[in-house]
């Protein structure tokens, strides 16, 4: 079971990072930001692309515990999941932005992901 939730948030981080990679403009359009200089393609495609490719790679080689890797792997991920979910509480707590889609589904997602891989230390 361990195996299994690290794999489905290896696959989760894979597809952001694939998606980051390939359609930056459209990965960002639902939070209003909009993409007009090859710079800030390029920003998205580093931070969502790279960042959840890099993160898949990681969470794949602590699936396979590859030289050891799989605890500090998995803690790792966890905390940069648990960062970018509570980066959102505090966009929140900031700006008071309303509705369920995008923030809080992705604080949502962010949250149980962490919290799965906290659970299978």
């Known amino acids: 079971m361990p195996t299994a939730v690290i794999a489905v948030v290896a696959v989760f981080f ?5 998606y980051g990679l390939v359609a930056p ?6 939070f209003g930001v909009a993409l007009g200089s090859p710079a800030a393609r390029t920003e998205v495609r580093a931070v969502y692309g790279g960042f959840g490719v ?6 794949a080689a602590a699936a396979a515990d590859a030289h050891g890797v799989r605890q500090g792997a998995v803690i790792a991920v966890a905390c940069a999941l648990g960062g970018m979910a ?10 008071r ?3 369920f889609y995008p923030t809080w589904f992705f604080f949502c997602v ?12």
């Open 25 to 30: 403009a459209a990965l960002i359009r639902p």
């Open 54 to 59: 890099a993160m898949a790679g990681l969470l």
């Open 110 to 121: 962010e949250a149980a992901a962490a919290a799965a891989l906290v659970a299978v230390l």
């Open 86 to 95: 509570a980066g959102r509480l505090v966009g929140w707590a900031a700006d």
């Open 97 to 99: 932005s309303g509705g």
């Open 14 to 18: 894979l597809g952001m990072g694939i």
